[in-house]
Every structure is written in C-alpha cells, then in structure tokens.
C-alpha cells in the first residue's frame, strides 16, 4: 500500500537519526511533515522569549533540510486534537509518525491522537529516539522498579548493552516516489510564523550566543568532537561554572529539542574515546548522557515528578512563601554578586553553567532563601534555552535535598564558592557593570568594602547595588536545621522510597502498540 502520511515534528527536530521520519517514508506516495504550535504549551507552560527564538529558528532549519529533499515543514497552529483529524480528511491520510515523548502532557496527549487516528482509519507509527534507551525497558529491566540512584541505572543500562547506533538522515534516495503537494500558498498558509507573528514582546530578547537548528547542532558537536583530549580528559566537577566562555558543550538547548540526538551525541564520543584513555561516568560526557537518561527514567517512574506534594520519592518540606525574596531571586537583586551575576547571564543569554545553576538552587531552597524548589522550577522554565520538563524537575528536587541527594547539611556559600575558579570576579564584573570598579577584594561582598571604597567604585550598597537580603552565616545554619526536622518527619516508608517504588501498571504507548501488534 501507498501511504499519505504525516510526520509529526514535536522534539526531534531533525533529519539524523529519526526513525519515525524514516518508517514515514517507506511504502509512501505523499510524506506532509508537519510542526504544531499548540496553544496547550504558552498556556500551561513558561516559555521565555529567547526560548521562542531557539525554537523559531529550529524549524527554519528544518524547513530549509526538507526543502533540499524537495519537501517542506506545513506549520500549523491549533491542539493536535482538533487540528489533526481535519488534515487527516483534507489530505486523505492513512499514516502518522512520531517520536514517543515521554512527558505527562505529551502521553495523554498522544493517546487521545491515537484514538482519533484509529477513528479514522489512519495508523500510527512512534518510534523512540529522544533518549538513548527505551525508558520503559529500563524500569521493566530494573524488575518494575524505578531505579532511584545513578549507579542503579548505570548497572542496568549495562546490563541492556551499548544504545542503538544513530541512523543516517534520510537522502533523495529516501525520498525516490516520495513527494510533497505543495501549494503556491504554501508560505502563507503553512509558513513558519515570526515571533512577531506570534504576539510576543522581542524587546528583551538576549544576545544571539546559541542560535537554533540541527545545521548549527551538529557542526558545535563536530567543534567538540575535535577536540579530542578536552573530550577524553572531561571531568565535570573539574569544569568552572563562570567562566566567560563555557567549560562544557552548552549542547543541551539542542538535545532538549532533539535538534541533537543524544544517540548521536553518544556515539560521537564513543568514536573519540576509542583506543584512548579517557574520564568515565558519572563525570565523562557519556556521563552527562546517563545523568540525562536517569532523570528521564525516574520522571517517568514517580508520580507527580514535578511537585513535591503527591510525589512520593520527595522530602515533604515546610517552605516559606516569601514573594519578595522571590522576585529579588528571580531579578538578580540578591545583594550577592555571584548569585545576581548567574541569575543575569541566565535571563539575557538562557543558558548558565551546571554549578551555577547549582549555586542559585541551593540559595534559593534549602541554602538561604527557605523557598520551594518549584517556584525555582517555574523561573528556571521560562528562562533556560534548554527547559526540559524531566531535567528541570528532576535537579531541582536534587539540589533541594528533597528527593535523590540528601546530603543537606552540605551547603553552597553564595560568596566562596565562586571564588574558587573566578578569584577576581572577572565573571561578575562583565554582567553586573555596576559592580566593575569594585577591587578585587571587595567584589564578591561589596557590602563590606569601606563607604570611600564604594564612593571611588562610583557603587554605594544600598543604593547603587541591593545589600544582601539575609546573612548567609546565619540563615544557612538555621536551615540545615529545618531540613534536619524535615527529615525526621518521614515515616519509615518514605524511607525506604530510595530502594525504588514498583511501577504501577500504566501502559505506555510503546506497550500499547506491542500488544496490537502481538494480537
Ligand atoms: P554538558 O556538561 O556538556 O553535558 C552534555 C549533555 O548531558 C547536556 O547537553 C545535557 O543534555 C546532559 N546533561 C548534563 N548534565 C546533566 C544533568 N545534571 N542532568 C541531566 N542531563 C544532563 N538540563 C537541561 O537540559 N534542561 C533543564 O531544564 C535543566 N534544568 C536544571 C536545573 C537545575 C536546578 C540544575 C542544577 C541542572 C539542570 N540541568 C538541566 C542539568 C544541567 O545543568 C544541564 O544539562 C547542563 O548544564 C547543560 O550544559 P551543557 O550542554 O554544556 O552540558
């Protein structure tokens, strides 16, 4: 049979390694790869604008790919629920590809799609490719269980051998008795909007660092890639969180939007480390793929993932509900140099190193501020060019002591820690001007530099830079002791949360399409 199919581009926005895209082109007359803008996410979710931009780009990209194998990207705005059974009709579909999206949202999402396709009469095809394993398989393979540490999912991921090999983008070849009708509206009707298109305020719009696509993905991979030795030798601790030009790869933004298959990521390194001796996991860059891979696990494995009542894995805490710290938190006004600096680079550029990003969680939750990890969570989503519902949720409630690392009484110091690696405030003097004339002394507490000291650094704390809004010293301590409290008010079960819950049974769409098949 000859089918006319929709590929359905959500993540995965890319030609290499995608195999829902390759099984859209086999046995096929008419291929539509399709974008949805659907309103479901702006309305439900934080997307800040130099996130749009990422995003905007990346279909560009993909539209021009596609244009070079005599196709086109049809976007189209509207929830895949009512949107889709109309192009089903229009354009006489009998297949639909996808990648499998393992997010909450996205499985209820596509259950409903699948029980439209079958109404009328079209048949699914998902195909896993976001993460390197079948996220499933590992929970079945760790005996229903979620594995709840790191060295858990290393030993089963072992176990289940190397992650599939990527598989090339599809070529001409591919495309042989394939076509797209296209109409000379095409542009008007299905083109890819602008973000003024779209309403959205670009005035805050961040510099261009990480431009969107899978062009730009794979060509920052390949720079990587060159890079043999600082491959082989990463060690992610060993890497600084303010530097002024990143220590690690800032790949994620590609990753989170499958710009970059992680498969791909894998392999690449793979081919880099071979014959060669070279760090390992957890702190190897395979590691960062496998601390990826353990958060999609458990986010999928425990209930509520991303809060903490209803999610049983998670330290039930007493957080404050202070708007004021907050929004100090939230807009850089902390009065702690290293803590405004991170929360600054992160609203103009959306990326921030994983210290940093450590330093700001630990201040904010458990360290200093007393705030719940989620209020992190919401500013951490609008602002990071590489949101990813499951990484987000899962280091946040990592960094908060509340579920995985419980070490609590180990604190981040809002001034020493970035001393470590920046001793001369280098970082800070290039986002927070205003502190730039501040001796070397002085700039990671600017408050304790003498009134003639801040007058000739034209900065009067208080006035010119906020003072710090709480004394580290003392509200650090007073917290380990509140999260000590916290801690002993779990009752023996929630204890024993670590050993991994056994999965209540909620057939995925993968387990869905293997028992069709099987029947
Ligand atoms: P590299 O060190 O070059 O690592 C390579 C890849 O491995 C990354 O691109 C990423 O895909 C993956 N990776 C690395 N570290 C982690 C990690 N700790 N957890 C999961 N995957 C990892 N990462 C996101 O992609 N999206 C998020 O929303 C996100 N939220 C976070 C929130 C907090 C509070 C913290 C502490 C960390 C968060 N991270 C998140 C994880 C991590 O900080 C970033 O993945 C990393 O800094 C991205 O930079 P990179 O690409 O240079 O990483």
Known sequence: MSHNTIHWFRKGLRLHDNPALIAALKDCRHIYPLFLLDPWFPKNTRIGIN?????????????????????????????PTEVLPKLFKQWKITRLTFEVDTEPYSQSRDKEVMKLAKEYGVEVTPKISHTLYNIDRIIDEN???????????????????????????????D????????????????????????????????????????????????????????????????????????????????????????RTFWWRLADVYRGKT???????????????????????????????????ACVQVDWD??????????EARTGFPFIDTIMTQLRQEGWIHHLARHAVACFLTRGDLWISWEEGQK???????????SLNAGNWQWLSASTFFHQYFRVYSPIAFGKKTDKHGDYIKKYLP?????????????????????????????????????????????????????????????????KGEKRKASPSIKEMFQKKAKR
């Not at 905007?56 to 509207?78: C, H, Q, T, Y």
């Not at 089963?156 to 190397?162: F, I, Q, R, Y």
């Not at 500013?379 to 519902?389: C, M, N």
């Open 278 to 312: 070279h760090s390992d996991p957890p702190v190897s860059l395979h590691g960062q793929l496998l601390w990826r891979e353990f958060f999609y696990t458990t986010a999928v494995g425990i209930p509520n993932f991303n809060k903490m009542e209803g999610n049983s």
């Open 175 to 262: 495309m042989r008795g394939v076509s797209t009708p296209l109409s000379d509206d095409h542009e008007e009707k299905f083109g890819i909007p602008t973000l003024e298109d779209l309403g959205l305020d670009t005035s805050s719009l961040g510099p261009h660092l990480f431009p969107g696509g899978e062009q730009e993905a794979l060509r920052r991979l390949d720079e990587h890639m060159e890079r043999t030795n600082w491959v082989c030798k990463f060690e992610k601790p060993k890497t600084s969180p303010n530097s002024l030009i990143p220590s690690t790869t800032v790949l994620s933004p590609y990753v989170r939007f499958g710009c970059l298959s992680a």
């Open 434 to 498: 205003v502190l730039k004339k501040f001796p070397t002394e002085y700039i990671y507490e600017p408050w304790k530099a003498p009134r003639s000291v801040q007058e000739r650094a034209g900065c009067i704390v208080g006035k010119d830079y906020p003072r710090p809004i709480v004394d580290h010293e003392v509200v650090h301590k007073k917290n380990i002791l509140r999260m000590k409290a916290a801690y002993a008010k779990r009752s023996p079960e929630d204890k024993t949360i670590n």
């Open 321 to 330: 509900n202070n708007p004021e710290h907050l929004a100090a938190w939230r």
């Open 51 to 79: 996130r749009w931009r990422f995003l905007i780009e990346a279909l560009k990209d993909l539209d021009s790919s596609l244009k070079k194998l005599n196709s086109r990207l049809f976007v189209v705005r509207g929830s």
């Open 143 to 173: 005996n229903g269980k979620t594995p709840m540490t790191y060295i858990r999912l290393q030993s089963v991921v072992k176990a289940m051998g190397h992650p599939k090999k990527p598989i090339p983008a599809p070529t001409n070849e």
């Open 379 to 389: 500013v951490f989503e609008e602002l990071l060019l590489d949101s990813d519902w």
